[in-house]
Structure formats: C-alpha cells, structure tokens
C-alpha cells in the first residue's frame, strides 16, 4: 500500500468542472497535478477526480482539491490537497474480489 502523497505515486487526474487531464502524482506531504493543458486549466478550488483510464481506480473517485496555479508555456502545474488524510487513521481496509470465482459452485 502506497499512500497517496507518496513522491512513487502516480495516476492520471481530471478536473471535475474543467474536465483538464494530467499526472497526479505524490509531492510527499501534497499532491501535484503536472501536464495539465494551459488552454483550459483547472481552477483553485476544483476537485482533481480519477480518469478511470489506467485500469485501476474507476472514474470520478475524488482525489483533491487544487489549492495553487502555477502556468508554464502550453502547461500548468496545480498544487493540490488531498482530500483523505491517511496520516490521521492507523488502519486500512482492503477489499479484494476474485473474478475467477465469481458464478462458480461451493
């Protein structure tokens, strides 16, 4: 388990009403969104949400909050809060489901 602040971590992001796709990957005690279009960029406040596209977390599973805008050339960097703070719980619970069993008999 990886949390997600981790400087390993990374995943694809969107805006939730700017609908801007980028990287959001672990600062270590935050969350940066990188490679985001400057055309159309997310805005402070915004909630960064999952893609669904790499496979692994579902679209539209809230991340963070964008808290800063920093623009460079095409791009904009955001920084971004994130919205759980594992910090704060001692545990976790991990729910695994076994497709290959799904519909078989007892």
Do not use: K
């Amino acid at each position: 388990i990886v949390p997600i602040t981790d400087a390993r971590h990374a995943l694809g992001a969107r805006g939730e009403t700017s609908g801007v796709h980028g990287t959001l990957r672990g600062t270590g005690d935050g969350l940066r969104l990188e490679h985001a279009l400057a055309r159309t960029p997310p805005r402070v406040g915004e909630r960064a949400l999952t893609t669904g596209e790499d496979g692994v977390f579902p679209a539209g599973m809230p991340l963070g909050r964008v808290t800063r805008l920093r623009r460079d050339g095409a791009f904009v960097t955001a920084d971004v809060e994130p919205l759980a703070r594992p910090e704060l719980h001692g545990s976790v619970l991990i729910g695994v489901s076994d497709s290959r069993s799904r519909g078989a008999a007892p």
